[in-house]
């Protein structure tokens, strides 16, 4: 089945940028996500990539995405206390009818003042 | 307004109790999902119903039942509560399969 993995823990000083990465083992994987969870919280939509492209930019957020590695990351430049959070990676499938989301492990980011 | 809202936030019981979490969402969606958060983190779906319709169905104990009275509504019924059912329960829907999930605050349960 699909397999999505993520380092566990990352604490970067604020003004600093942030990278979490996250690799998958889905090659039909269409579709990769970036998900936060504040705590107390449930998770929320941050940005999404498809499969075609290498990189997308949304202000302070770059994602990377090399298909060929299936290796995902998110940069969060000038990272600030409010970024602290948990950070999941995900793909979708885009064939069949039962299409559904497989997290990744979860990243929690610790901004240090 | 809460977009997906759900019922109770927090809930405590005995082993063997069978307890229900309620799920509503006004975005006006036609998929709604279950979603289990273990102490870990580690989020896994349980089920996911299309316009009232069941269209996954996670390896679930069956004492794990949804039920959707009409696609607003997706609410989970758990049988004979063990220690194990122990986590955060999260409601979330769906309109277009854009993978952007609309998720509800969770509902903590925890399992004596």
């Known amino acids: 089945g699909e397999d999505v993995e993520q380092s566990l823990f990352l604490s970067v000083r604020e003004g600093d940028s942030s990278v979490i990465n996250c690799t998958y083992t889905d090659s039909s994987s269409t579709y990769l996500y970036w998900y936060k969870q504040e705590p107390g919280a449930g998770l929320q939509l941050l940005t999404y990539i498809f499969s075609n492209m290498d990189m997308k930019q949304d202000q302070r957020l770059t994602v990377l995405l090399n298909k060929k590695d299936k290796h995902l990351s998110l940069r969060i430049a000038d990272t600030q206390t409010g970024d602290s959070a948990i950070y999941f990676c995900?793909?979708?499938?885009?064939?069949?009818?039962?299409?559904?989301?497989?997290f990744g492990s979860g990243t929690q980011l610790t901004v240090l003042p | 307004d809460t977009a997906v809202s759900q019922t109770p936030k927090y809930l405590v019981t005995q082993m063997g109790n069978d307890k229900s979490i309620k799920c509503e969402q006004n975005?006006?969606?036609?998929?709604m999902y279950w979603y289990k958060q273990d102490s870990k983190k580690f989020l896994k779906i349980m089920f996911s119903?299309?316009?009232?319709?069941?269209?996954i169905n996670e390896t679930v104990p069956n004492r794990f039942s949804p039920k959707s009275p009409d696609k607003a509504h997706l609410n989970l019924h758990i049988n004979s509560l063990e220690l194990g059912d122990s986590a955060v329960y999260f409601c979330a829907s769906s309109q277009e399969w854009t993978g952007e999930l609309f998720f509800g605050e969770g509902s903590r349960l925890t399992v004596l």
């Open positions: 975005l006006g969606h036609d998929t």
């Open positions: 995900a793909e979708s499938e885009s064939s069949g009818s039962a299409r559904q989301l497989t």
């Open positions: 119903y299309n316009n009232k319709e069941l269209i």
